[in-house]
């Protein structure tokens, strides 16, 4: 409490404003439990692990009885709150929520990610510590061990059809609809919407993704606001099903209200899917329509010396959760964006100055790519952290969507790596640094790729 009035007073350099701010703190988290935002237990000193999900509350159910409060009493309750929000997310910035706030940026402008890297860097780890941070639901915490909002599918070499995801129907003592743990999930993000629910496709590219996972390749380049929300079309659709009894069963099944789901299930804003990567001789590459509507991350620097500390867990539930605010996105098209933030031409003449060292190549971007690029970047202006942040940016996102499409002999790919070093300079050091490193693969075995 001491270091939250003295924080106070660097902000308002008056004791007396700092000690009224403080009085006002039992008062506020009496006007929260008896408005029902919190629970009789709440504790306002202690629960801060509830800040995030009351300020949602506060700005959505009960945004009405807050704002009339504080019109009522001069912003005496908004005011203290504000500034003990803002203190305990200074508090928690060093820590892990900071560390994934690249990740956390690519999920908001497409929430499909590949995570690549050698076998044991905690590709998949990182996936279920992600979910523990955003679980902040109580009733999705009743399994130390496993976060409800998260689920690990490992992909099996022999898939090369999508019946082991999206089910299929059996006829073996009448018909019947096969579920699959992919639509339980995809039906329990629909209960939870304002959670976000990460799913990890363990091992991605054991089986052809193009196969096993068509449907869900086709359906998120659907994705649009409608509203104020992000919808899409149809994965499990209605007219899909000769027998109609059989989408009633499936909907039962899954808990999924008929009237609310009477057309079909689409894919639930927030569903994060993110697949773990291994390229060698047991796995297979990814086309150019996977990875043009994936996140594309590289996991291969190696600390030999980190995650020996047997006091740090983190596959436990935090103090304070990552809002999904935090994680789940709300654009889909640069044209919702463009405006929004000054450095958007700035993005615009990058990209250009990129296709120009592209063209006459197979590896020249177009709006899909554009469009990604200034959701990222928009997203990245929000949370600017030194003045190099767009550059930054730029580069990261080089990385992800451009780099990682470049593959080929020195014929198709020669003049591509050179020629892109004349915009993707030192001052670019991830996409730099790949660039060298493709060109000596290249150059060692007359063949090169993004992948290490």
């Known amino acids: 409490m001491e270091e939250f009035r003295d924080y106070m007073y660097t902000i308002h350099k008056n004791r007396t404003t700092s000690d009224d701010y403080m009085k006002m703190m039992p008062k506020i988290e009496g006007w929260l439990i008896n408005n029902g935002v919190v629970g009789n237990e709440f504790k306002i000193w202690n629960d801060v692990r509830l800040i995030n999900s009351i300020n949602e509350k506060l700005s959505t159910t009960f945004k009405i009885k807050w704002k009339a409060l504080n019109k009522d009493e001069s912003n005496w309750y908004s005011s203290p709150w504000n500034l003990w929000t803002k203190f305990n997310k200074m508090n928690i910035s060093s820590n892990d929520d900071n560390a994934y706030k690249e990740i956390r940026c690519a999920i908001k402008t497409k929430p499909f990610i590949l995570l690549a890297g050698i076998s044991g860097t905690g590709k998949s780890r990182l996936v279920r510590t992600l979910a523990y941070k955003t679980c902040s639901k109580d009733e999705l915490r009743t399994n130390p ?3 409800g909002n998260f689920e690990l599918i490992p992909v099996r070499s022999n898939w ?29 993000a629909w209960k939870n919407v304002d ?21 869900y390749l086709s359906i998120i380049e659907t994705r649009q606001v409608q509203g104020k929300k992000i919808g899409t079309d149809y994965i499990i659709s209605k007219a899909s099903f000769e ?11 899954l808990g999924l209200n008929e009237n609310e789901f009477s057309e079909g299930i689409s894919i639930p804003n927030n569903l994060i899917v993110i697949g773990t990567v291994n390229m060698d001789e047991t796995t297979h590459s990814f086309s150019r329509k996977v990875l043009d509507r994936a996140m594309t ?17 983190d596959w436990c539930y935090p103090q304070t959760f990552i809002t999904s605010k935090d994680v789940i996105g709300d654009f889909t098209s640069g044209a919702e964006v463009v405006n929004e933030f000054a450095e958007s031409k700035k993005v ?15 590896f020249k971007i177009a709006y899909r790519v554009r469009d990604e690029f200034l959701i990222y970047c ?5 949370n600017q952290t030194d003045s190099n942040w767009l550059t930054n940016a730029l580069d990261e996102m080089t990385s992800m969507k451009i780099l990682s499409r470049i593959e080929g002999d020195e014929t198709k790919t020669g003049s591509v790596l050179s020629n892109l070093q004349r915009v993707l ?23 090169t790729s993004f992948w290490s």
């Open 145 to 147: 061990k496993k976060p």
């Open 160 to 188: 090369h059809d999508s019946s082991e995801l999206m089910g299929y129907v059996s006829r073996i003592n009448g018909e019947k609809y096969i579920t699959t743990s992919f639509l339980q999930f995809i039906a329990k």
């Open 195 to 215: 959670v976000p629910f990460l799913l990890c496709l363990d091992e991605m590219n054991l089986a052809p993704v193009e196969h096993y996972f068509a449907e």
């Open 243 to 253: 027998n109609h009894s059989l989408y009633s069963q499936l909907l039962s099944d």
């Open 297 to 313: 991350f590289e996991m291969n620097n190696v600390d030999l010396t980190a995650g020996l500390d047997n006091g740090k867990n």
């Open 348 to 362: 615009i003449d990058f990209l250009i100055n990129l296709n120009t060292e592209l063209e006459g190549t197979p």
């Open 378 to 382: 928009y997203y990245a202006s929000l």
């Open 425 to 447: 300079n030192a001052e670019y050091k991830k996409s730099n640094t790949k660039l060298k490193e493709m060109e000596a693969r290249l150059s060692t075995s007359g063949y």
